[in-house]
């Protein structure tokens, strides 16, 4: 009887009909609340992953925080040496010249830097933004200067 029922268009085979044809019209629509569910999905996995990656590299905080210490040492370091060596450009009249090329080329390496920096300060204050960091940090490292 279902044969016939299909083939004549009975009450029960219109009902199965229209069923498949909606449930195939809603896959075919992909609606913001949806996308919104989904980013929120997928920002909750990332959140996740970073901090499983955190949980699971405990054991080199240290190592970590030293790094970060040092680089950051290095490069205020180079950052007020060149400061310095401008303003004492400012009131030296034999050497003023060579001391303004050597406050450039120092403010020129700490620049390089910064792309470090930018990583380090990221990583200890705006962890769950790290891959615009990183992006924009490695743009920085390739001398693209974002």
């Given at each position: 009887?279902?044969?016939?029922?299909?083939?004549?268009?009975?009450?029960?085979?219109?009902?199965?009909?229209?069923?498949?044809?909606?449930?195939?019209?809603?896959?075919?629509?992909?609606?913001?609340?949806?996308?919104?569910?989904?980013?929120?999905?997928?920002?909750?996995?990332?959140?996740?992953?970073?901090?499983?990656?955190?949980?699971?590299?405990?054991?080199?905080?240290?190592?970590?925080?030293?790094?970060?210490?040092?680089?950051?040492?290095?490069?205020?370091?180079?950052?007020?040496?060149?400061?310095?060596?401008?303003?004492?450009?400012?009131?030296?009249?034999?050497?003023?010249?060579?001391?303004?090329?050597?406050?450039?080329?120092?403010?020129?390496?700490?620049?390089?830097?910064?792309?470090?920096?930018?990583?380090?300060?990221?990583f200890y204050f705006a962890a769950p933004h790290m891959g615009q960091i990183v992006n924009t940090?490695?743009?920085?490292?390739?001398?693209?200067?974002?």
């Amino acid at each position: 009887m279902g044969f016939w029922g299909k083939l004549f268009g009975t009450d029960r085979a219109i009902e199965k009909g229209i069923d498949v044809i909606s449930s195939g019209l809603d896959a075919l629509i992909y609606t913001d609340e949806e996308k919104a569910g989904d980013a929120r999905q997928e920002r909750a996995a990332a959140r996740g992953m970073l901090i499983a990656w955190m949980q699971s590299t405990q054991g080199q905080n240290l190592a970590r925080r030293l790094l970060a210490l040092v680089i950051t040492a290095v490069w205020l370091f180079m950052y007020l040496f060149a400061a310095a060596l401008n303003v004492a450009a400012i009131w030296a009249t034999a050497a003023q010249e060579k001391i303004i090329e050597s406050a450039a080329l120092i403010g020129d390496r700490a620049t390089e830097m910064n792309g470090a920096m930018m990583l380090i300060l990221g990583f200890y204050f705006a962890a769950p933004h790290m891959g615009q960091i990183v992006n924009t940090a490695i743009e920085r490292f390739k001398g693209k200067g974002v």
